[in-house]
């Protein structure tokens, strides 16, 4: 069965029956397989895009997820990522019951610009890491969501031989919402991932310059994918987010371009020295790969898990886990509150009006959000 669309509502077909635009999406033709590309196996108990499925309930879910069944895997991040009222309690009860089995993983990040490679990389890297008995999850954050360049297509295509390994799980980004809204769906992808035994988990984010935090604050390792020679002032990569990575990874080291990133990583090396590190007693590494010819895909594989080892010893690996929890409680509670004003009839009605007046000069911006503050708590 392909990634297919149903034709009139364009939504993908692990679209809950019923769901809104919210699930629209520009998902393409995917690689023959089950909806998550694999091959026979459970996707065969799958049934045809828009046929009525049975519906789940908490103990279902939770007992599919455990025993590893994909397509009730797929279906619970689909709740996950739901926004419909019916769905976000289920969910988060769905959640409660899987978070004992939670956590066991590695939690990579993976960020840089666009054709960077990183897709194409984590397809040489979790093909290795399954070949040495790893189960993988590769999920994508994609802030900039439906606009943005197709990431799901791309993806899909770039990770063909991974989507067909039976130890690896792509679920591409869920569409729409605001950035921490895509942030916290990712979160809980990642929790429902690690409760079906996946041991790693790579998150492949979109776009420099809008999801590094976000994307920071849900993994353990951090790793900035840059070529060399494309401007090299490092892509106009910021300072901060170099602070942010655990390693700076000089991609597609072939060919013409193996010298010219080595001298790169080395140039790199030089830099790191003045920066901060990412993470508490690690010094950030710089280093070459390419997913063409395969070199240096094992040896950052060895960093990560020099670095977790370093980390646990240290205690800087829970200490991260720890806070990140706790941030997701206050980024819950922000998104809680802004759809809550935002979502509030009285200041729909009347923001349009602000605007207006902000714009032409004629109230202050303080004015405004206090006549719409006054809106809200007048009719909660
Ligand atoms: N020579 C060479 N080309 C590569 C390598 N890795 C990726 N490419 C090519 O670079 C292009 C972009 O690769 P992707 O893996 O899609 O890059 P990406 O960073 O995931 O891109 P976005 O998801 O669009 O941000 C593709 O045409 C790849 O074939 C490499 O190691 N060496
Ligand atoms: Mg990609």
New binding site residues.
């Given amino acids: 069965m392909n990634i297919t669309m149903t034709p009139k509502k364009q939504k993908p077909e692990w679209a809950p029956e019923g769901a809104g635009a919210e699930f629209a999406s520009r998902v393409l033709g995917g690689v023959p397989g089950g909806h998550d590309g694999m091959p026979g196996g459970a996707a065969k108990k799958a049934p045809a895009a828009g046929a009525a499925r049975r519906s789940l309930n908490v103990s279902d879910y939770v007992a599919g997820v455990r025993a590893r069944d994909r397509t009730i895997l797929g279906r619970a991040i689909t709740l996950v990522e739901s926004n419909a009222p019916g769905h976000v309690e289920l969910a988060q009860e769905m959640l409660g019951e899987l978070l004992p089995a939670t956590g066991n993983s590695v939690r990579v990040g993976i960020t840089g610009v666009?054709g960077a490679g990183?897709?194409?990389l984590?397809e040489a890297l979790g093909t290795l890491l399954c070949e040495r008995g790893h189960r993988v999850a590769v999920l994508?954050v994609d802030p900039s969501s439906s606009v943005s360049k197709g990431?799901i297509l791309?993806?899909k295509t770039?990770m063909e031989r991974l989507s067909r390994n039976p130890g690896a799980f792509i679920r591409p980004s869920p569409s729409g919402g605001i950035l921490g809204g895509v942030a916290r769906k990712s979160r809980e992808t990642m929790l429902v991932c690690e409760a079906a035994g996946y041991d790693v988990i790579l998150v492949?984010t979109?776009g420099v310059g809008q999801s590094e935090t976000a994307v920071r604050s849900l993994v353990d390792f951090f790793l900035l994918v840059l070529i060399a020679g494309a401007g090299d002032e490092l892509q106009g990569i910021k300072r901060g987010i170099m602070e942010l990575a655990d390693a700076i990874l000089i991609n597609k080291a072939d060919g013409d371009n193996r010298i010219r990133a080595e001298n790169a990583s080395c140039e790199l090396t030089k830099v790191l020295h003045y920066l901060q590190p990412a993470t508490r007693g690690w010094t950030t590494r710089s280093l070459c790969a390419s997913s063409l010819t395969g070199l240096g895909v094992a040896e950052l594989w060895e960093v990560v898990e020099e670095f977790k080892a370093k980390a646990l010893a240290s205690g800087a690996f829970s200490e991260r886990r720890r806070s990140q929890a706790v941030d997701w409680v206050h980024a819950m509670a922000r998104e809680y509150v802004m759809a809550r004003f935002y979502g509030n009839p009285g200041v729909k009605e009347m923001l349009p009006e602000m605007e207006r007046a902000v714009a032409e000069g004629g109230l202050s911006p303080a004015r405004a959000v206090s006549l719409l503050v006054s809106k809200f708590e007048g009719c909660p």
Avoid: C, L, Y
Wanted: charged share 35%; glycine share 8%; aromatic share 0%.
């Fill in positions: 666009p990183k897709s194409t984590i994508a990431s791309g993806d770039r492949e979109v």
